[in-house]
């Protein structure tokens, strides 16, 4: 079946402008993750859904980072005023039902670059 | 907190020769392991993990991982490397809150 897809791939923007990134996630699992990739961070969580709720959003590193999820679905992620700090890679994951014992099944990532 | 270490940031080896990519974690309770590899460009593809059970693990792609409580090390292990396993490797461990602590991965270089 269809894995977890990510929109847009690539995505430069200019320092201060606002991006959405997507997340479409594997059909019928519950929980969904988002992660960034940098090259001096290495791979840090960001939040976690389960269904539309997101118990943690621990994650985030500022409140110019925001994320919603629909149907259960789709999410989207928000960073207003972006900074070079920002560029990174941003993946997405799924798993069935969240739990500890859940693989989480990763999407091939969104490659932001603020200017 | 947990945390996961990979002391090799780059191994090179020869095609045909075996690997052994190095995995130690802290975590209080009984940890959920994972080894994931990335290839450029690409996003993370699970090689195998590891919940409870048998410690030596087989995954997808050759590739096993042995669970070593004692040591608090979950070694990934191949005994012939092709050239198409070139990538960057990462083990993580289940933290609190679902979510998923990531080592800084391991850039694997395979020589012909």
């Known amino acids: 079946g269809a894995g977890v897809s990510q929109s847009p791939s690539n995505k430069v923007t200019e320092k201060g402008k606002d991006v959405e990134l997507r997340c479409d996630p594997i059909?019928?699992?519950?929980?969904l993750y988002w992660y960034r990739q940098s090259l001096g961070q290495g791979l840090e969580f960001l939040i976690y859904?389960?269904?539309?709720?997101?118990?943690?959003k621990s994650g985030l590193p500022s409140d110019r980072f925001s994320a919603e999820r629909t149907g259960g679905s789709v999410s989207t992620l928000t960073i207003q005023r972006t900074q070079q700090e920002d560029s990174a890679v941003y993946l997405c994951?799924?798993?069935?039902?969240?739990?500890?014992?859940?693989?989480?099944?990763f999407g091939p990532g969104t490659r932001l670059t603020v200017l | 907190a947990q945390s996961v270490t990979q002391p090799d940031i780059h191994i090179t080896v020869s095609e045909g020769a075996s690997l052994e990519l190095r995995c130690n974690y802290s975590?209080?309770?009984?940890?959920?392991l994972f080894w994931y590899v990335q290839s450029p460009g690409q996003g993370l593809q699970l090689l195998l993990k590891?919940?409870?059970?048998?410690?030596l693990v087989q995954g997808i792609k050759g590739f096993e991982a042995e669970f070593k409580r004692s040591q608090s090390s979950f070694n990934l292990r191949k005994p012939s490397v092709h050239w198409s396993d070139a990538a960057e490797y990462f083990c993580?461990?289940?933290?609190?809150?679902?979510?998923?602590?990531f080592g800084a991965g391991t850039i694997l270089r395979v020589k012909s």
């Open positions: 994951a799924s798993s069935l039902g969240g739990g500890n014992t859940d693989t989480q099944y």
């Open positions: 975590y209080g309770a009984t940890p959920y």
């Open positions: 590891y919940f409870s059970g048998d410690t």
């Open positions: 859904f389960q269904g539309n709720s997101a118990p943690d």
């Open positions: 059909s019928g699992h519950t929980a």
């Open positions: 993580a461990v289940y933290g609190y809150g679902n979510k998923l602590v």
